[in-house]
């Protein structure tokens, strides 16, 4: 069936099973692999994006359930990869590999969206779902506080 | 590509213009690559760090080595860069394919600085750069040492005349490159930007979504396919009916994998593929297969049998691999003697990237795009596997999400070649987390027993150390029992020990799973179990740790394989000349990071401060961890609030990029200490998810990790894994030092902890 999709702010109209994740229709079927698959089951939140401003795992979003709404995804996040968590995430040198990065980023941009001045707590609550096995998690705090004015470096 | 030296060959795989000036750089001796027509075509004198300069001024550098999380590609053109002179903003990396004449690319084992690389890539550097300023002199009509190579141009200050390296390009490619010895690398002090923290070459694409991994790769046509391999390994499918996976809208076909034959090396595990449209189709497709299964030879193999065949293997005198003294006489005239086991478990690398590859056949020639660590692994593997000549296999190599050593096993690779061949179209094989958990080469789980004879003061009289865990080479080959000298060598017989009588063992044992490494290998399990002990004895004795730790070290010396009494010390791979067992070097880490971490000051106080220290990879790490009592979630009732780690890795090229390193060890290692286990039931792996193969998550993570690197010009030494031994031994004692328990077999999640503080017993 013909799903309609906005994502990015632009219009989609996929022929696809209303089943199929979030995830897949973007990676495989839209070429927006800045989304990454780590697990299929919401527990890494490599795939993490948002749904009318939330953030949701595209992994087990079915396409049925983002029809119609606005999709965000790291490629739509800002127009010059500008955005200050993105800016504080290459300030900070926070990537190792960053296969889980761009997941966290849009994390955190839901969270400062939402929060601006988030304090640790609330940092860590938010992104708790979001693994790194590089393990990034101390330039990762440091970066949300940066691009939130709270907090300098690491 | 050709294994001709021909410069077209060589540049035009390389996407660059002749007309360059290219050097290559092998065995210390670097090469014209115009020349190398006339160098032997012998892959051994092939070149290895290679730099291009155009003649409109780019200067490209070719990254032989796999980017992974250790910042490899912006640390080579830096440093290749810096001996150049070149303006950074006109240097381009290029990622290498496998091929054997860049020689070593296996990105394993801490390697990329060391065993002479860092030398060869300066080389590459200064040799460019030593051609420009001779072309320089020419042109300007002056003596060379009159000239400066700097800002990507030759100067002559006298004259305030200067020329850009792209001019200089064609005169210095005829000039005869100078012989090993005579090319001048600069002072270190000229190398300024290597003194700051460089940029981070792939941060900006890692941001913004736009950097390639392997499953991010597309050629037209391609399928996707998924897997259900054998449960067990040795395992073959007994009945299929794939009707069902069949009928599901996008599956274009079923196929099998043939199943491996003799020890699992790199070879596919066979097993049943669906190929698909996109993922989710192959996925449902695998989801319907209906298989049944012959199990095989490893379907009696289980979790707790296993961990007790293990202990009973160091219950027990094994094989002597290092022996000073007479230790029976010793434990028998001790005063006490305590007696500890230990037990570290399988372990999963569960990168965040799942194993991906794509591959294209056609015409008798394979193409493979990988997140492999060793892409010539992989094109001999991908030959092998399709009966191809490796000249025929082209392996390249994208974005690792992650490796930890899994993707230098090029399993993956040979199964895409396998399915694009017989569908007749590229193929994708995408690894889901559950096969990534259950079909890996993991880490040896591991028993050992330590016992130290007391004398009347408290001093280690004698010291016996027995390890147990199947040997990664009963991965290659038939009728392996124990584990060999470059297993033991990791912490046992490298060990600098000051105790008069000495005696280590290794035990047998069996592999059921695919035995693989794991970042920083037996070090984990061996670090863990010296570090505990060591704690344990000062505990026993009523004596600092830190203390014990120095005692036991002892003086700062070179403790050579005959003062450890062991036939000989693999090192790594390293000679001992450059690379000592260095006894002061380890004393010196641990003087240091207490020292940060306030150490005896900070347990006067009342906090709970664990310590170890652990050489491996040719590097010396300090590690002490506070932890505190913490009931706000689920798992252990203790959190590791702050970490100190100090490194001694000899001289540094990317200072950010080693503290990110030991950030990222620390993490890893409390990550494996908190929650890392993987167990079997009948042959089958238990872990199938992030759920229960938790990783750490950062509420978990400390509030702070102190990173300290050691001003040091001795050879550079490995960065990537010598974090991590340290941080479980290090974890499990400041726990003890909170809790009073003592944790001797890992995860921590399974010891049972008390939940309220006890009194700090006074310091001592």
Redesign the interface.
Known sequence: MTISLHVNGQAHDLDA?PD??LL?AL???L???????????A??G?CTVHLDGRAVRACVTPLGRAAGRRVL???G??PD?RHP??AA??EL??????????GQ?MCAAALLAANPRPS?AE???S???????????????AAVKKAAGTGGGP | MTRDLSRRGFLAGLGLAAGGLAIGVRGGRAFLIADARAAPGDAALAPNPFVHVAPDGTVTIVCHRSEMGQGVRSTLPALIGEELGADPSRIRVVQAVGDRRYGDQNTDGSTTMRRGHYEELRTAGATARVLLVAAAARRLRVREATLVARDHAVHHAASKRSIGFGALVAAAARLPVPPPGKVTLRPVAELTRLAGDLPLLDAPAHVDGSAVFAADVRLPGMLTAVIARPPVLGGTVATLDDRAARAVPGVRDVLRLPAPSGPPRFQPLGGVAVLADHPWAALRGRAALAITWDHGAHAGWNAAADRAALAAAVAAPGKVVRAVGELDRALAGADRVVRADYHVPYLAHAPMEPPAAVARVDGGRCEVWACTQNPQSGRAEVARALGLDERDVTVHVTLLGGGFGRKSKPDFLAEAALLARAAGAPVRVQWTRDDDLRHGYYHSSCAQHLAAGLDARGKVVGWLHRTAFPSIATTFAPGVTHGGDGELAQGILDLALDVPAVRCEVGAATAHARIGWLRSVHNINHGFAIGSFIDELAAATGRDPRELWLELVGPPRLVTPADAGVASNPNYGESLDRHPVDAGRLRDVIERVTARADWSAARARGRALGLAAHRSFVAYVGVVVSVVHDRSRRGPPVRADEVWITIDAGRVVNRDRVRSQMEGAVIFGLGLALHGEITARDGQIEQASFRDYPLLRLPEAPRAIHVEIVDSDRPPAGVGEPGVPPVAPALCNAVFALTGTRVRALPLARASLPAAPMAMPAPT
């Open positions: 099973d199929m994740p897949w990676r495989d079927l070429g927006l692999t800045g989304t990454r698959y780590g697990c299929g089951e527990h890494c490599a995804t790291i490629e996040l800002s990869g968590l993105q995430w290459v040198a926070v990537p190792q590999c960053g296969f889980c990065q761009a980023i640790d940092i860590d609550r992104l708790a779902g979001n693994l790194c096995r590089c393990g990034t998690y101390t330039r990762i705090r």
